[in-house]
């Protein structure tokens, strides 16, 4: 489990250049033509113009989520579709502007028009908005199961006072993930980790033997079933459980919403186009002697 967190740690530092790099100025002509496309919810615009400036593509949401806060998850998620490298980017810049309860849901659509960076989107929107992280780790991985216990960990890396909460929310997400999601929270949380377990032992108690042996592992047997059991009475397991139920709610109707908001974001990019590339200078022949147009080389005629 050290390995999985320290892998998810290097896949973290190296989007960061990315976000920077997606924060480009736009003009004040582009600035104006986001804002009309948004204003009139036409979604295929805003994202012709993230790909004519690829490097501004995060200023653009930004600049169409203030337009329209309603279109948010649609706009960002057709950004994502046609730069990919900036979906961590786009839910930095939205994360802020777009009401609170909307947050999962714009993650939500970015990872699923982004799969390979699920973990970086959800890092991304919890880091911005923290409250919100149960919610967000719980749609994500709703979205993306098989990655449940990575986002997990980087959620709970994000926002640490929220790690059993989103231990647990995930594992009601995905319940067939939830030794994996505990142990993977434990390790990133470790002062936290028999906390961890009884929350997710409570929401999948099924998996109860599973979940304390993971957990145990993963920290280096310092977790034991009595650990778990007295952390289990505990009010800070208790809050962690009930506010998780709320968080799987919210979940569901959150990635529900960014479904649908990526089919409408997929019918707007497919009349996207590439930007044109600048044709290439034809190269000459090698070993072509040079032409010295001060000498007539036209064949002679007849004398």
């Not at 280096?220 to 998780?244: L, R």
């Amino acid at each position: 489990m050290k390995t999985r967190s320290l892998l998810i740690a290097a896949l973290l530092a190296l989007t960061s250049p990315f976000v920077l790099a997606q924060n480009a100025a736009l003009s004040a002509e582009e600035t104006a033509a986001v804002q009309a496309a948004a204003a009139s919810g036409n979604t295929t615009a805003i994202a012709q113009i993230a790909a004519n400036n690829p490097g501004a593509a995060a200023t653009v949401a930004q600049v169409a989520a203030t337009a329209n806060p309603g279109t948010a998850a649609t706009v960002s998620a057709a950004i994502v579709a046609v730069v990919p490298s900036a979906a961590s980017a786009v839910v930095t810049a939205v994360a802020p502007i777009v009401p609170p309860a909307a947050v999962a849901t714009v993650a939500a659509a970015v990872a699923q028009s982004a799969p390979t960076q699920a973990v970086a989107v959800a890092s991304a929107a919890a880091t911005a908005a923290p409250a919100q992280a149960a919610t967000v780790a719980a749609a994500i991985s709703q979205s993306a199961p098989t990655q449940a216990a990575a986002v997990a960990s980087a959620v709970s890396t994000a926002a640490p006072a929220q790690a059993v909460t989103v231990a647990a929310a995930v594992a009601r997400a995905v319940p067939t993930q939830a030794a994996n999601v505990a142990a993977a929270v434990a390790t990133a949380a470790p002062t936290q980790a028999a906390s961890v377990a009884a929350a997710v032992v409570s929401v999948a108690p099924t998996a109860s033997a599973a979940i304390v042996a993971q957990v145990s592992t993963a920290t280096g047997g310092t977790v034991t079933q009595a650990q778990v059991t007295q952390a289990a009475t505990t009010a800070a397991v208790t809050t962690a459980t009930t506010q998780s139920a709320t968080a799987a709610t919210q979940a569901t109707t959150a990635t529900t919403q960014a479904t649908t908001a990526n089919t409408t974001a997929a019918q707007a990019v497919t009349n996207v186009t590439a930007p044109a590339t600048p044709a290439t200078p034809a190269t000459p022949p090698a070993n072509t002697p040079p032409v010295d147009p001060t000498v007539n080389n036209s064949p002679a005629g007849p004398r």
